[in-house]
């Protein structure tokens, strides 16, 4: 009988961007997040969790995550928002954003796959208005699958 796969437990939950969102404009980029090394742990995926305070975005808002690879191991692509935007295959995963008045938003994309090594992480707020000063955070939840059962 063939093997069948199954999820591995995964590693804790990390933020990834917290004060960097605070009050973060409409048309901005965050500042990148630390480094996040996955060289050891080789995780496949993460679930990305996006927690924005209370705000009212307009038709059509999302949020955008990008990915920036240290390809060597040390150095970083430092693109400028508009060029970062440009590179399609930077682009992790999209979140639209309800527009219901002057509400808190909890948001999940699953799935999402990392590369092995360094890499680190950024933000493009297109939701219309500005996040709120404080209560803002990207987290993410790295995993694998075990292929032997």
């Known amino acids: 009988m063939a093997n069948i796969g199954k999820w591995n437990t995964p590693s804790s939950v990390a933020s990834?961007?917290?004060?960097?969102?605070?009050?973060?404009?409409?048309?901005?980029?965050?500042?990148?997040?630390?480094?996040?090394?996955?060289?050891?742990?080789?995780?496949?995926?993460?679930?990305?969790?996006?927690?924005?305070?209370?705000?009212?975005?307009?038709?059509?808002?999302?949020?955008?995550?990008?990915?920036?690879?240290?390809?060597?191991?040390t150095n970083y692509p430092a693109p400028s928002a508009a060029d970062q935007r440009l590179q399609t295959n930077a682009l992790l995963c999209t979140f639209a954003?309800?527009?219901?008045?002057?509400?808190?938003?909890?948001?999940?994309?699953?799935?999402?796959?990392?590369?092995p090594g360094k890499f680190k992480i950024y933000l493009d707020n297109q939701a219309g208005v500005a996040f709120g000063a404080s209560g803002n955070t990207l987290k993410m939840l790295p995993y694998n699958v075990n292929l032997n059962g």
Not at 107 to 114: D, G, H, P, Q, Y
């Open 97 to 115: 954003l309800s527009t219901t008045a002057a509400t808190a938003q909890r948001l999940v994309a699953r799935n999402v796959v990392i590369p």
């Open 16 to 73: 990834v961007l917290t004060t960097e969102l605070n009050s973060l404009g409409s048309g901005s980029m965050s500042a990148a997040s630390g480094a996040i090394n996955n060289d050891t742990n080789l995780d496949i995926y993460v679930d990305l969790e996006l927690v924005l305070a209370s705000l009212s975005p307009t038709a059509g808002a999302f949020v955008a995550i990008y990915i920036a690879e240290a390809i060597d191991g």
